[in-house]
T-cell receptor, first 113, second 113 residues
Framework: AQSVAQPEDQVNVAEGNPLTVKCTYS??????LFWYVQYPNRGLQFLLK??????LVKGSYGFEAEFNKSQTSFHLKKPSALVSDSALYFC???????????FGDGTTLTVKP | SQTIHQWPATLVQPVGSPLSLECTVE??????LYWYRQAAGRGLQLLFY??????ISSEVPQNLSASRPQDRQFILSSKKLLLSDSGFYLC????????????FGDGTRLSIL
């Protein structure tokens, strides 16, 4: 069985500061990991993914994520937050043998000017 | 490029009425298709997914059903809506390669009165 946890419902940061949104996962094999962002009344947008290779993955809008196999984590990061980054962020995991992904419950990121 | 269309954007229905939500994908063939429900701007609940025409996997027993009459068309239906069916319904597609992300439509906000 696969599962994913986003331990923080809410993350608040000041504009210009670095941000981290946490994600931990559980799968039986090597995971496929994804981050998505959702703005109000919109669908989810894909940000980045980890399949294999370099543990540091770079994605859209300056976001990156670090895959840590020993800690089973895939935290989303950005060196300098923008007010426009304020949104709901979802982590998702897929066991390569599974037919579907499992999404976390989401973390609301608020960036204050 | 690939696009996904979901309609209507908003829908208000009385309890006990039928439902039909439609989703179509353009620019790709033989996609995996998904229906999700999102309650109160939080986590996603996978309702149905399909890997091909006429192939539907149901994730949650309920009064909803899904059909895939054509390769790039996915329909969510109900014969009699319940108050608990209110929510934000999202359609998504992905290529069949499991390392690829899902791409979401902009959703239908369904309110049951």
């Amino acid at each position: 069985a696969q599962s994913v946890a986003q331990p923080e419902d809410q993350v608040n940061v000041a504009e210009g500061n670095p941000l981290t949104v946490k994600c931990t996962y559980s799968v039986s094999g090597n995971p496929y990991l994804f981050w998505y962002v959702q703005y109000p009344n919109r669908g989810l947008q894909f940000l980045l993914k980890y399949i294999t290779g370099d543990n540091l993955v770079k994605g859209s809008y300056g976001f990156e994520a670090e895959f840590n196999k020993s800690q089973t984590s895939f935290h989303l990061k950005k060196p300098s937050a923008l007010v426009s980054d304020s949104a709901l962020y979802f982590c998702a995991v897929r066991d390569p043998g599974a037919g579907k992904s499992t999404f976390g419950d989401g973390t609301t990121l608020t960036v204050k000017p | 490029s690939q696009t996904i269309h979901q309609w209507p954007a908003t829908l208000v229905q009385p309890v006990g009425s039928p439902l039909s939500l439609e989703c179509t994908v353009e620019g790709t063939s033989n996609p995996n298709l998904y229906w999700y429900r999102q309650a109160a701007g939080r986590g996603l609940q996978l309702l149905f997914y399909s890997v091909g025409i006429g192939q539907i996997s149901s994730e949650v027993p309920q009064n909803l059903s899904a059909s895939r009459p054509q390769d790039r068309q996915f329909i969510l239906s109900s014969k009699k809506l319940l108050l608990s069916d209110s929510g934000f319904y999202l359609c998504a597609w992905s290529v069949s390669n499991r390392g690829q992300p899902q791409h979401f439509g902009d959703g239908t906000r369904l309110s049951i009165l």
